[in-house]
């Protein structure tokens, strides 16, 4: 395997594991599928232009040195998951699981609307970090620098919530109430706490997902979180709903296994490199219908 | 004044009535059994009292303040703990992190080091255990971690929902001892959900019969263990 195919894999994989984190974070503390991630996703995409109908993208926010920006950007989606619980999710906390997975459809069309609204349908030219794109050369390979910052991007937030998570007061709130809400609840958690927390996490790991998309494509699209949102949501399932560590092992998996298609198949077979790809999902989910790492909250209680 | 005080409890899951016109005050430093058949309303009791079920109607107070309404965490944070059927503990955990969860509602940190240090003397296994996942724990020391860590959030009050529930009877002999233990060390009130009256007799305190989502009995242990009340609960008759 070229260095040059381990270096798209693992920046492919990395940003499908972080969105996939996004999705198993909130389905974790309150068993909710949030199909407005990708509007989230969206939405920290636009906040970087000045709302307009114009075809032509005026950088906002994005015009901002990085050191700002990505906080303010980080801070923004977090803002907007956390808004998005308190006014659509948090009125129907007692409600069914399915009544919520519409609630996050209605959320999201709401959220694109909007969007449309503000800035239009067609998709805009965004030039943010132009720079990043140049090659560096790295042992054979000659990679993006984008490419490298993604991946140690990656590394270094997967590190981070670990830490968080294992070490922080709000992390071990957040995997108890995720294995048992209820218990954890008995025990003086704070519902709201967690699941806003949660949120926050969530809109955080939407916002990166959106630089990285931008910077990437260079362009600015009112759809383009449904795209990702769909692979993300294919590996929480393939991760096992609600497992963490699944999500971003399956997030890798798909998208290295990605990555590998594209490189490994026959000119011809290139155009279907999907079917290969979710052929080998509903394989894993065949022998797996529970997902590669069920995690222990979800199995039935006596 | 009492220290648990249930007045004209009901509690409803949808048409079915689980507990209905159910009344009885608990005095500080208690230990109440709560027996009766499958089904008599004994869980539902305590679930409602602790708040992860919701009263259809009447009173829960406790030292005069009323619980019933507020949500489980509320609870907690008043000083009433509680020991779920099943025990719940957090298997992926470890021992000492399902021992933290409960004393984020606490002030007193040197206090925490102290309960740490007691709920570890009275089940030196956890201590051997700190670091090991909850889930690989045996029937008996998960019963063991559940109670210690109701301990944790420092409760005036403490629930306990059949404790001998799947264990073997030299087990819950030790489960049973270690409770009155603790209960004297730290003057709790306990309320404990217990189907065998002869367990419950040699333990020794009051006893609360069920049936029916009602009590049918009040009285102590001991005299229930002698006068068949509970074969009258269970088969019916007058009680």
Same mark, same amino acid.
């Given at each position: 395997m070229s260095l040059q195919l381990l270096f798209d894999a693992l920046a492919l994989g990395g940003i499908y594991a972080i969105a996939a984190l996004g999705i198993a974070l909130i389905f974790g503390v309150m068993r909710l599928v949030n199909f407005a991630h990708g509007q989230f996703i969206a939405c920290a995409v636009f906040a970087l232009i000045v709302p307009s109908t114009d075809a032509l993208a005026v950088l906002g926010l994005g015009a901002l040195p990085a050191p700002v920006l990505v906080?303010?950007?980080?801070?923004?989606?977090?803002?907007?998951?956390?808004?998005?619980?308190?006014?659509?999710?948090?009125?129907?906390?007692?409600a069914s699981p399915v009544a919520l997975m519409v609630?996050?459809?209605?959320?999201?069309?709401?959220l694109?609307?909007?969007?449309?609204?503000?800035?239009?349908?067609?998709?805009?030219?965004?030039?943010?970090?132009?720079?990043?794109?140049?090659?560096?050369?790295?042992?054979?390979?000659?990679?993006?620098?984008?490419?490298?910052?993604?991946?140690?991007?990656?590394?270094?937030?997967?590190?981070?919530?670990?830490?968080?998570l294992r070490k922080s007061r709000l992390g071990l709130e957040m995997r108890a109430a995720a294995e048992d809400f209820t218990m954890a609840r008995m025990l003086g958690v704070r519902s709201n706490r967690v699941i806003s927390g949660a949120f926050a996490l969530s809109g955080a790991l939407a916002a990166v997902v959106a630089l990285v998309l931008v910077a990437q494509t260079g362009v600015a699209d009112v759809r383009m979180g449904g795209q990702i949102m769909l692979?993300?949501?294919?590996?929480?399932?393939?991760?096992?709903?609600?497992?963490?560590?699944?999500?971003?092992?399956?997030?890798?998996?798909?998208?290295?296994a990605s990555a590998l298609l594209q490189a490994g198949l026959p000119a011809d077979a290139r155009p279907f490199r999907d079917a290969f790809l979710y052929g080998g999902v509903i394989l894993v989910l065949l022998f797996r219908p529970q997902g590669l790492f069920a995690p222990v909250g979800a199995k039935p209680r006596v | 004044?009492?220290?648990?005080?249930?007045?004209?409890? =009901?509690?409803?899951?949808?048409? &079915?009535? $689980? @507990? %209905?016109?159910?009344?009885?005050?608990?005095?500080?430093?208690?230990?109440?059994?709560?027996?009766?058949?499958?089904? =008599?309303?004994?869980?539902?009791? &305590?679930? $409602? @009292? %602790?708040g992860s079920v919701r009263t259809a109607h009447g009173r829960i107070e406790m030292d005069g303040d009323i619980l019933s309404g507020l949500g489980p965490e509320a609870i907690a944070r008043r000083g009433l703990s509680m020991v779920p059927e099943g025990r719940r503990i957090f298997a992926g955990l470890s021992v000492l992190e399902n021992l933290t969860v409960g004393t984020g509602i606490r002030r007193d940190r040197g206090a925490v080091a102290d309960d740490l240090e007691t709920v570890f003397t009275a089940f030196p296994i956890l201590r051997e255990r700190a670091r090991a996942n909850a889930g690989a724990l045996s029937g008996g020391q998960q019963q063991m971690l559940a109670i210690a860590r109701a301990l944790m959030t420092n409760p005036k009050v403490m629930l306990v929902d059949e404790p001998s529930l799947g264990l073997a009877p030299k087990?819950?002999?030790?489960?049973?001892?270690?409770?009155?233990?603790?209960?004297?060390?730290?003057?709790?009130?306990?309320?404990?959900?217990?189907?065998?009256s002869a367990r419950a007799a040699r333990v020794?305190?009051?006893?609360?019969?069920?049936?029916?989502?009602?009590?049918?009995?009040?009285?102590?242990?001991?005299?229930?263990?002698?006068?068949d009340l509970l074969t009258e609960a269970y088969f019916g008759g007058a009680a």
């Open positions: 906080p303010l950007i980080l801070l923004i989606g977090a803002g907007l998951a956390v808004a998005a619980e308190a006014l659509v999710f948090r009125p129907m906390r007692n609630g996050s459809f209605a959320l999201g069309v709401a694109q609307n909007l969007l449309l609204v503000l800035y239009g349908g067609r998709p805009k030219a965004v030039s943010l970090w132009a720079e990043l794109g140049q090659p560096v050369q790295v042992g054979s390979a000659s990679v993006p620098l984008l490419q490298l910052i993604v991946i140690a991007a990656v590394a270094v937030i997967l590190a981070g919530l670990a830490l968080m692979v993300a949501f294919i590996a929480t399932v393939v991760g096992g709903m609600g497992s963490l560590s699944g999500a971003v092992a399956a997030g890798l998996g798909i998208g290295a | 004044m009492a220290k648990l005080g249930i007045f004209d409890l =009901a509690v409803r899951y949808g048409k &079915l009535t $689980a @507990i %209905a016109d159910l009344s009885f005050t608990v005095a500080e430093g208690q230990r109440v059994f709560v027996s009766g058949p499958n089904g =008599a309303g004994k869980s539902s009791l &305590l679930s $409602a @009292i %602790a087990v819950v002999d030790e489960v049973y001892d270690r409770l009155c233990q603790l209960q004297a060390l730290r003057g709790l009130t306990l309320v404990i959900v217990e189907q065998s020794g305190g009051r006893m609360l019969l069920m049936r029916g989502g009602r009590i049918v009995a009040d009285g102590d242990a001991t005299e229930f263990a002698a006068r």
